[in-house]
């Protein structure tokens, strides 16, 4: 009875984390939509700027901290975050910024996950037959291509990219590496969007966040998907184990 109840207290010891994360993510979602947004970037641009000229080194390590935290716990504003990074630091070393501390806050919520139940959830499909074990096995000899596809498919949730991944059983070093490549296309987009607010500002107009769905943007990253699924059908046809 005891080693039961020391089992369960283990379990959810381990899941604490994942539970900060979701709690966190809807407290957040009901209270600082307004704080982390396009609008507040805008009213106290000027502000902003003044800080970085002062302070540049201080400037873009709390900058990437805050941004660490949005991602991390899931919180509204990772948009205007990245606009942010453009804003203050231009194209570059903003993308870098941007991506690195996306990046971050990614493998949190990774370890978080796996922590809690994608160690187990990982074994129970390893020690499964059938479809479930097909399906592991089909990932797991295609794990770069499905990383890299989560991260350059633009349809695919941040969150739910960073799930997946921990179920079934991806390495850290995998993951992180797939996760800063994978996400350097959108990330390069967002971040000279928010380069170009100062006029955007000065027009009183709004950002067109829309912009990675026009041809010229979603054309080349749909090449990139396809190039990281051209080893999966590459296998498929060559008479490889299918999904």
């Known amino acids: 009875?005891?080693?039961?109840?020391?089992?369960?207290?283990?379990?959810?010891?381990?899941?604490?984390?994942?539970?900060?994360?979701?709690?966190?993510?809807?407290?957040?979602?009901?209270?600082?939509?307004?704080?982390?947004?396009?609008e507040s970037l805008r009213d106290n641009r000027e502000a902003l700027l003044a800080y970085r000229d002062a302070n540049y080194v201080w400037a873009a390590l709390l900058f990437m901290t805050i941004y660490v935290v949005i991602v991390s716990f899931s919180l509204p504003g990772a948009v205007a975050?990245?606009?942010?990074?453009?804003?203050?630091?231009?194209?570059?070393?903003?993308?870098?910024?941007?991506?690195?501390?996306?990046?971050?806050?990614?493998?949190?919520?990774?370890?978080?996950?796996?922590?809690?139940?994608?160690?187990?959830?990982?074994?129970?499909?390893?020690?499964?037959?059938?479809?479930?074990k097909r399906i592991k096995d089909g990932i797991d000899e295609n794990q770069w291509s499905m990383?890299?596809?989560?991260?350059?498919?633009?349809?695919?949730?941040?969150?739910?990219?960073?799930?997946?991944?921990?179920?079934?059983?991806?390495?850290?070093?995998?993951?992180?590496?797939?996760?800063?490549?994978?996400?350097?296309?959108?990330?390069v987009v967002y971040t000279s969007v928010g380069a170009g607010l100062g006029e955007v500002f000065a027009q009183g107009e709004t950002p067109n966040l829309g912009i990675i769905f026009e041809p010229q943007i979603i054309l080349p990253i749909l090449g990139l998907c396809a190039l990281a699924a051209l080893p999966m059908i590459l296998k498929a046809l060559r008479g490889g184990k299918d999904l």
């Open 147 to 187: 990383l890299f596809l989560i991260r350059l498919v633009p349809l695919v949730p941040f969150f739910v990219a960073n799930l997946v991944p921990a179920i079934v059983g991806v390495p850290l070093r995998r993951f992180a590496i797939s996760t800063f490549l994978g996400i350097i296309p959108g990330g």
């Open 81 to 132: 975050a990245t606009l942010t990074g453009g804003f203050l630091f231009g194209v570059f070393p903003g993308a870098l910024f941007n991506v690195s501390a996306a990046t971050l806050g990614a493998v949190f919520i990774f370890l978080a996950a796996r922590w809690g139940f994608g160690d187990r959830m990982a074994a129970k499909m390893e020690a499964s037959d059938g479809r479930i």
């Open 1 to 38: 009875m005891s080693d039961t109840t020391d089992t369960g207290k283990a379990g959810w010891g381990r899941a604490l984390p994942f539970a900060l994360i979701i709690a966190a993510a809807v407290i957040g979602a009901m209270t600082l939509g307004d704080l982390l947004s396009y």
